[in-house]
């Protein structure tokens, strides 16, 4: 099950990869604009560059709660709740193309602190 969560994490921070591809104008397949919330803050090119690297922060974020799970880390769990109230205010700064983030953030913080309360991490 270690693994499996580990695996979850590591994709959840896999998919931030496309906000930096996205800021960056690094491929065809991912939008590129510089507003924020929904439209209405434009941070100009080397802002949205800049929030396109805190995109990135948020990916390694979720890769390093991983990497401490996978190896049996108990600091995986600080990581992990850090990464995931990181990445949802991001998301929300993103919305509406971030929604599922939203989603997916919200269920795993609820997992992890119902498992730190019920003791089942």
Same mark, same amino acid.
């Given at each position: 099950m270690r693994f499996v969560l580990a695996l979850f994490l590591f994709a959840h921070g896999f998919a931030h990869l496309p906000g930096l591809a996205g800021a960056w104008r690094?491929?065809?397949?991912?939008?590129h604009k510089t507003t924020l919330l929904g439209g209405r803050l434009d941070l100009g090119e080397?802002? *949205?560059?800049?929030?396109?690297?805190?995109?990135l922060l948020g #990916?390694?974020?979720f890769i390093a709660a991983a990497a401490a799970l996978a190896l049996g880390q108990p600091l995986?769990?600080? $990581?992990?709740?850090?990464?995931?109230?990181f @990445?949802?205010? *991001? @998301?929300?700064?993103? $919305?509406p193309d971030a929604v599922v983030g939203?989603?997916?953030?919200? #269920?795993l913080l609820a997992l992890l602190l119902a498992g730190a309360r019920l003791g089942w991490l």
């Open positions: 690094l491929g065809t397949g991912v939008p080397g802002g *949205i560059r800049a929030f396109g690297v805190v995109w #990916a390694l974020a995986w769990t600080t $990581l992990a709740l850090a990464a995931a109230v @990445s949802l205010a *991001i @998301s929300v700064l993103a $919305l939203v989603w997916v953030n919200v #269920a």
